[in-house]
C-alpha cells in the first residue's frame, strides 16, 4: 500500500517532467500521503497529563514569563512493554501525577518518570501496559535537509481516537544544537512537544523539543515556538540511549572540564586556558596553554569543532585527545568525560573576613569550626598578607579591597586545592606561613546540611569604609582620614563613590523613605535602619512582596514586626520595589527592581558580596529567577514557599548562595526540599528550612527568620 | 478553465525543485486571484487598547452582505469597506452573533453582481480533516494597501479541537470546535477573513488573536463554516443555530439576535464535595471531605480522592472544578475520573438540590 503511494508520486514526478498531460493531482497526493503517515504514527503518539507541580518560568518574546497554561502535552511509545519517551519540557514544573492516554485504550493510566536525559532534554516514562504499538524510524544516514517532515502533537484534540495535530514542514537542517537535533520548519510548541517527527511513510525521524544552541535548560528554545525553528532528536540517537534511561539514572552532558584561553569558538586555536580540578582533562594531564589539535581522531583548529564532537556525549562515555604543549604533540586516550556539576564546587577556607578595612590583606572576623582554617591555626585577628598555591608569594594589591582580591582568587580554585597563606599573627605582630586544604563551601555538598553559627561576632566591619584603600605601589600614598569627617576633596574619586559622600555629608536620612527608579516610573521603598553608618558596609534585601501585599500596612508590618531590629543587629538595608502586575511579578519586571538596586547601592554603603533577592511565593519565585539571571548583582537568594524549577550552571567568579524555606503545611513543601537537593547537585551553596505547622506564610516569628539573617551575616564567607 | 486547473495542481514544488525550467506557474496562483476578489478589507475609525482598525471580512452576496468576525471594530460609528480592486463603501453591521463570533454587515450603497461565495453550498460540504492543506486570506497588518489583493497564506488543518482561548483575562467567545492551523495566520487585522482549501473553497473564519489556556501560547484558529452554537433565549429556551442560518436568516434580514447582555445563569447542583483549601493558584482539586448523606458520598467518593477528569475533560484546578460544576444543574449526572492513591477510578454523580438551610458559595 505504503509503496504504491510511493510509486504514484514517483510515476507521478516523471510524468510532469515529461509533459504536461498530467491527470494526477500533485498536491493532492501529498495532502494524502501526510494524512497517512500521521494515521500511520497515530496509535504510537499518546497525550499525557500532569497534575499538581509548581509555576514556571519561560522566556517569551517580551522576555520571561510566567507560564500560566499547564495542558495536556504530548509522548511517543518506545517499548511495546509501556516505555514512552516525552520531551523535559513537559515535566519541568515537577508535577505530583502523570497520566498517560493510549490511542485505543479507554482509560488513562498512571506513570512513573523514570529517568531525565539532561543533555537532550528528553524524558522516559514508564505505564503499566503491554503490547504497545511502536512506530518504525528513520536512520539518520536517511534524514537529509530538504525532506518533509510533519511534526505531532496531542495537546489540542483530547479525544484519543482522533488523530494527532499535524504539521507539515521540511527538515531545515541535520545535526543542530551540536550535533545533537534536526531542525525544522513544521511548527513546533508545546502543542508537540514530546511528540514525533516524522517523514512521508510514517517513519519516525526525532522527538520534538524546545531547543537553542546558546541555552542548556529545559526551558531554552521555548521562544521560538511556532517560529518554523523547530528541533527533534534523532529517534535513533533517542533509541541508542532508550537502555541507560531505563536503568533510571538521570543522564548528565559529559565535559572535558577545561576553559579555553579566549571565549572565541571560531577563529583561534583552541588554547586551554583553566584545567578544572578533578575533571577528565586534569585526569588526563591537560594544561594551560595546551593546544587540541584532534578529538577523537578528526583534527580540530577551533573550539567549535571540539563542542560539535563532545555536544553529543554524556557523563562517563570516553573519548580520545592530542595536544601540542609546546613542540611537542602529546596524546590522551579514553578519556572519561564527567558531568558540568562535577566540576565547579565552589571552595571554602572557612573565614569570615573583617569587612571595611582599608589596609592591604585581609584582617579574619571569624574562624568557622571544623573548616580548613582552623585546621591551619588561623585565628581571628590574624591578617592574611600573602597567599598562593605553591607558595605565598602573591601579595595584595589594594585595587580592591583585601576580601574582594582574596575571594576572586580563591574563586579560581577547586576543592581540596592546597594553598599557602602567610599572616600577620594578631598577637606579637609575627609572620608564619601556613597551609590549608580548601574545602567546599558549605551548603554545596549533596546529603549535608549547613547550619548557619548561632554565634558570629557582633564587630563585623572597623567602620572605615569611606576611605581611601592602602596601596602596595609606593608610588601611591594613601590619605590620612579622620573617619569622622570625611572630606570629599580628599578622596579618591575612583574609590570611592561621590554620591555616597554627599550622602554622608547630608547626614543621611534613615526610616522608610518612598523613592522612585531614576527614570521616574517605577516605586520602591528603601527602609534605612536609624543607627545606620555610612562607613560601614550594609547588606542589602530585596523584599518582593507576594501578589497584592505591597499596601502601607503590609510594608509597617513587615518592617516594624519583623525587620527593623534584624537590619540593626546584622547591618541590613531593605529595599522593597513594587510589583507592576497585580497578580504578582514578571520576570520583565527584573529590569526596574534592578534600576532599585542600583540606585540604593549610589545612596549607600552597601556591600557587594551580600545583595540578597528575597521573596514569599511568586515573589520568591521572582528572587530565584532574579539570582539565576543577574548574578552580577545578586549574590544570595532567599525564598519561601518558591521552588526552583531551572537550575543553571554555576559560575565560579559569581557565586549565588540560595536560602529555601517552606511551610510544612504547604503542598509544594516537598518540592520545594527537591530544590535544594537540585541545586546541590550542580553545586550551588543551598539550604533548605521547614516551618513546622505552616503553609505558605512568612518567616515572621520562626527560629528560621533568625538564621536568615545570620546566612545574610555570612555571605561574604571565604 | 479546467485545463488550467490540471496545469495548475500538476506543477507542485516538487517540481519545481526538479525542473526548475518549467513554467513559472503556481499551485496556488490562480485560487488565490479567484478568492481575493471574494475578500474585503475592513476599517473602523480609531482603535483602543491596542487593538488594531481594521480586519477583514468574506463577501456572501452580490449585494454586498459581508460575514467576519464579531470583533470590536464592528462597534465603529463608521465602518469602510475596501473591495480587492480598492472600490471603497460605507457598511451598516446588520446582526450579531457573539456565540458563534461572527456578524452581517452589508455594504451601504446599491451594489450587485459582486464575487461571493455562496455560503449555503459550502457550508454543506463536508469538514475539512486534520492534514488537509488550506490558505488563509486576511489584511494582517494591514500590509496590503487598501487597492492591493489581501495577504494570502498557507497551512494545514493541524487539528479538530475545542477552542480554549483567552485574550487577557477574558475568554474567548466561542467554545466549540475549531481548525487549528499550523500557519502563523492569526494576526492583527486577519479576524473575518477566509480560510479555503486547496481549491479555494470555503472552510471558515479566521479567528482572533488568542492565547491558549492549555500551552499560553498564540494560537492560531478558523472557525468552520459549519459551527454550531446553543443559544439561550429571553425566555429560557436554548436553541441551536448554525453558522449557515445565520448567514441566510441576517442576508433575508430576519435574524433573531440575542441579547449580547444576557447572563449566563449559576444554576449548580449540590453535589457535597468539599476539596482542599484553594491554596495555590492551581490547586489540584483533592477531595478533603464528603458531606454524609450527599450525592458524592453516595457515589463513593472519599477524602484524599482526586478528581482528574470532569465529563471527559481535565480539571487541573479546584477553580475550573468549581467553573465546570457551577454549570451543572440538579437532578443532571456528570462523569468523574477520580486518581485514588495510584489507580484511576469513573463515579457517576447525580446531583441534588441545594440543601435549603445552607446556600453553597
Redesign the interface.
Same mark, same amino acid.
Given at each position: 500500500m505504503k509503496h504504491q503511494k510511493v510509486m504514484i508520486l514517483a510515476a507521478a514526478?516523471l510524468l510532469?517532467?515529461a509533459s504536461?498531460l498530467?491527470?494526477?493531482?500533485?498536491?493532492?497526493q501529498?495532502?494524502k500521503a501526510?494524512?497517512e503517515a500521521?494515521r500511520k504514527v497515530a496509535p504510537s503518539v499518546v497525550q499525557i497529563?500532569t497534575?499538581?507541580?509548581t509555576?514556571i518560568v519561560v522566556t517569551g518574546a517580551k522576555g520571561a514569563t510566567f507560564?500560566?497554561?499547564?495542558?495536556?502535552t504530548t509522548g511517543l511509545i518506545v517499548g511495546t512493554d509501556g516505555y514512552i519517551i516525552s520531551s523535559s519540557f513537559n515535566f519541568i514544573n515537577s508535577p505530583?501525577?502523570i497520566?498517560v492516554a493510549i490511542p485505543g485504550r479507554k482509560?488513562?493510566?498512571?506513570a512513573k518518570r523514570i529517568a531525565t536525559d539532561k543533555s537532550r532534554m528528553l524524558t522516559l516514562l514508564k505505564v503499566d501496559a503491554n503490547s504497545l504499538p511502536v512506530p518504525a524510524f528513520v536512520p539518520n544516514k536517511d534524514i537529509i535537509e530538504g525532506q518533509w517532515a510533519i511534526a505531532l502533537?496531542r495537546?489540542?484534540?483530547?479525544?484519543r481516537a482522533?488523530?494527532?495535530?499535524?504539521?507539515?514542514g521540511i527538515i531545515s537542517a541535520v545535526g543542530r544544537i551540536w550535533g545533537k537535533a534536526i531542525q525544522t520548519d513544521?511548527?513546533v510548541?508545546?502543542?508537540n512537544y514530546g511528540g514525533p517527527l516524522i517523514d512521508m511513510e510514517g517513519r519516525v525521524q526525532g522527538i520534538l523539543i524546545p531547543a537553542s544552541p546558546t541555552g542548556a535548560d529545559d526551558t531554552a528554545g521555548f521562544e521560538w515556538?511556532?517560529s518554523g525553528i523547530g528541533f527533534a532528536i534523532p529517534m535513533e540517537d533517542v533509541l541508542a540511549v532508550l537502555p541507560r534511561l531505563k536503568e533510571g539514572k538521570d543522564l548528565q552532558k559529559g565535559t572535558l572540564g577545561i576553559g579555553m584561553k579566549t571565549p572565541d569558538l571560531y577563529s583561534v586555536l583552541p588554547e586551554i586556558g583553566k584545567v578544572a580540578k578533578d575533571s577528565a582533562a586534569a585526569r588526563a594531564g591537560l594544561k594551560p596553554g595546551d593546544v587540541i589539535t584532534e578529538v577523537d581522531g578528526k583534527p580540530v583548529i577551533r573550539m567549535a569543532q571540539i563542542m560539535h564532537i563532545l555536544g553529543t556525549k554524556y557523563e562517563g562515555e570516553k573519548i580520545s585527545l592530542k595536544y601540542k604543549r609546546g613542540d611537542k604533540v602529546l596524546e590522551a586516550a579514553n578519556l572519561e568525560l564527567v558531568s558540568i556539576a562535577a566540576v565547579t564546587a565552589p571552595p571554602f577556607l572557612g573565614i569570615l573576613p573583617m569587612r571595611d578595612d582599608p589596609k592591604l590583606g585581609v584582617e579574619i572576623r571569624y574562624v568557622f569550626a571544623k573548616g580548613p582554617a582552623e585546621a591551619a591555626g588561623l585565628k581571628v585577628g590574624d591578617r592574611i598578607v600573602k597567599y598562593g598555591t605553591g607558595a605565598a608569594d602573591t601579595a595584595f594589591t589594594g585595587d580592591v579591597a583585601g576580601r574582594a582580591q582574596l575571594l576572586n582568587w580563591l574563586n579560581t580554585l577547586a576543592p581540596g586545592t592546597e594553598i599557602r597563606l602567610e599572616v600577620a599573627r594578631k598577637d606579637g605582630g609575627k609572620s608564619d606561613t601556613v597551609a590549608a586544604k580548601l574545602e567546599t563551601l558549605p551548603g554545596a555538598m549533596i546529603g549535608q546540611d549547613w547550619v548557619v553559627p548561632d554565634k558570629l561576632p557582633a564587630v563585623a566591619s572597623l567602620k572605615r569604609a569611606l576611605e581611601p584603600l592602602e596601596s602596595s605601589n609606593p608610588n601611591v600614598k594613601p590619605a590620612k582620614v579622620d573617619p569622622a569627617k570625611v572630606d570629599p576633596a580628599k578622596v579618591d574619586p575612583a574609590k570611592v563613590d561621590p554620591a555616597k559622600v554627599d550622602a554622608d555629608a547630608k547626614k543621611v536620612e534613615t526610616g522608610l523613605i518612598k523613592r522612585n527608579t531614576p527614570d521616574g516610573d517605577h516605586k520602591f521603598w528603601v527602609f534605612v535602619h536609624e543607627k545606620y553608618d555610612p562607613n560601614v558596609a550594609h547588606a542589602l534585601v530585596v523584599w518582593l512582596h507576594p501578589p497584592g501585599k505591597n499596601k502601607e500596612e503590609d510594608v509597617e508590618k513587615f518592617i516594624d514586626r519583623i525587620w527593623e531590629d534584624l537590619c540593626q543587629e546584622h547591618n541590613i538595608i531593605l529595599i522593597g520595589p513594587a510589583s507592576e502586575n497585580e497578580t504578582g511579578w514578571l520576570p520583565s519586571d527584573a529590569d526596574y527592581v534592578l534600576a532599585a538596586v542600583q540606585d540604593t547601592m549610589k545612596r549607600y554603603t552597601i556591600d557587594r558580596q551580600r545583595v540578597v533577592a528575597h521573596g514569599l511565593g511568586v515573589g520568591g519565585q521572582m528572587a530565584i529567577h532574579l539570582g539565576f539571571n543577574h548574578r552580577d548583582v545578586i549574590r544570595g537568594v532567599a525564598a519561601v514557599g518558591a521552588v526552583v524549577t531551572q537550575v543553571k550552571d554555576t559560575l565560579a567568579a559569581q557565586r549565588l548562595c540560595f536560602f529555601l524555606a517552606g511551610g510544612a503545611l504547604?503542598?509544594?513543601v516537598k518540592t520545594i526540599a527537591e530544590s535544594r537537593d537540585k541545586l546541590v547537585e550542580r553545586k550551588f551553596s543551598a539550604m533548605f528550612r521547614e516551618m513546622p505547622e505552616r503553609?505558605?506564610e512568612y518567616l515572621d516569628e520562626t527560629p528560621q527568620l533568625r538564621e536568615l539573617a545570620r546566612w545574610i551575616e555570612t555571605l561574604d564567607k571565604q | 478553465m479546467e485545463i488550467r486547473t490540471?496545469?495548475l495542481?500538476?506543477?507542485?514544488c516538487?517540481?519545481l525543485v526538479?525542473?526548475p525550467t518549467?513554467p513559472a506557474q503556481q499551485?496556488f496562483t490562480s485560487v488565490a486571484e479567484e478568492v481575493n476578489r471574494k475578500v474585503v478589507k475592513l476599517f473602523g475609525a480609531g482603535g483602543f487598547k491596542g487593538l488594531p482598525s481594521y480586519g477583514s471580512g468574506i463577501l456572501i452576496s452580490p449585494k454586498g452582505h459581508i460575514l467576519t468576525c464579531n470583533n470590536h471594530i464592528l462597534s465603529s460609528t463608521d465602518l469602510r469597506v475596501h473591495l480587492y480592486d480598492g472600490r471603497f463603501y460605507h457598511a451598516k453591521v446588520l446582526f450579531r452573533e457573539p456565540e458563534l463570533d461572527v456578524a452581517v454587515c452589508k455594504i451601504d450603497d446599491e451594489v450587485d453582481s459582486l464575487p461571493h461565495f455562496d455560503f449555503a453550498k459550502s457550508a454543506a460540504q463536508p469538514m475539512a480533516?486534520?492534514?488537509?492543506?488550506l490558505l488563509a486570506f486576511s489584511n494582517c497588518f494591514h500590509i496590503a494597501t487598501r487597492d492591493e489583493p489581501m495577504t494570502v497564506q498557507r497551512? @494545514?488543518? %493541524?487539528?479538530?479541537?475545542e477552542l480554549?482561548g483567552r485574550r487577557g483575562v477574558f475568554d474567548a467567545a466561542f467554545s466549540g470546535e475549531v481548525y487549528?492551523i499550523?500557519?502563523?495566520v492569526c494576526n492583527p487585522g486577519a479576524a473575518g477573513g477566509p480560510v479555503t482549501n486547496?481549491k479555494g473553497e470555503l472552510l471558515g473564519v479566521l479567528g482572533r488573536e488568542l492565547?491558549?489556556?492549555?500551552?499560553?501560547?498564540?494560537i492560531?484558529y478558523a472557525i468552520p463554516i459549519q459551527a454550531k452554537a446553543d443559544i439561550q433565549r429571553e425566555e429560557g429556551k436554548t436553541v441551536k443555530i448554525d453558522m449557515a442560518a445565520f448567514v441566510k436568516e441576517s442576508i433575508e434580514g430576519k435574524y433573531r439576535q440575542s441579547d449580547p447582555n444576557k447572563a449566563k445563569k449559576d444554576k449548580g447542583g449540590y453535589h457535597g464535595i468539599i476539596l482542599v483549601?484553594n491554596? @495555590?493558584? %492551581?490547586?489540584?482539586p483533592y477531595v478533603e471531605e464528603i458531606m454524609p448523606g450527599s450525592p458524592a458520598a453516595q457515589a463513593g467518593l472519599r477524602p484524599d480522592d482526586?478528581v482528574?477528569?470532569l465529563d471527559?475533560?481535565?480539571v487541573?484546578s479546584i477553580r475550573l472544578f468549581r467553573d465546570v460544576m457551577r454549570q451543572v444543574g440538579p437532578g443532571q449526572e456528570v462523569t468523574l475520573?477520580i486518581?485514588r492513591v495510584?489507580?484511576?477510578l469513573?463515579v457517576k454523580l447525580k446531583l441534588g438540590d441545594q440543601p435549603k438551610e445552607k446556600a453553597s458559595k
Open positions: 514526478l510532469v517532467g504536461s498530467l491527470a494526477q493531482d500533485l498536491n493532492d501529498l495532502e501526510t494524512k500521521a497529563v497534575l499538581g507541580g509555576d507560564r500560566k497554561a499547564l495542558g495536556p505530583t501525577t497520566l482509560d488513562p493510566v498512571p502533537g495537546t489540542l484534540d483530547s479525544k482522533h488523530p494527532p495535530s499535524v504539521s507539515l513544521a511548527k510548541s508545546p502543542v515556538y511556532d504547604d503542598p509544594i503553609g505558605r | 490540471h496545469k495542481f500538476g506543477i507542485g516538487l517540481l526538479i525542473a518549467a499551485p480533516e486534520v492534514g488537509d492543506w497551512g @494545514v488543518v %493541524a487539528a479538530m479541537a480554549r487549528f499550523d500557519g502563523i486547496r492565547k491558549s489556556t492549555q500551552t499560553d501560547t498564540w492560531n483549601a491554596a @495555590v493558584g %492551581a490547586t489540584p482526586l482528574v477528569y471527559g475533560e481535565l487541573p475520573e486518581q495510584n489507580r484511576l469513573t
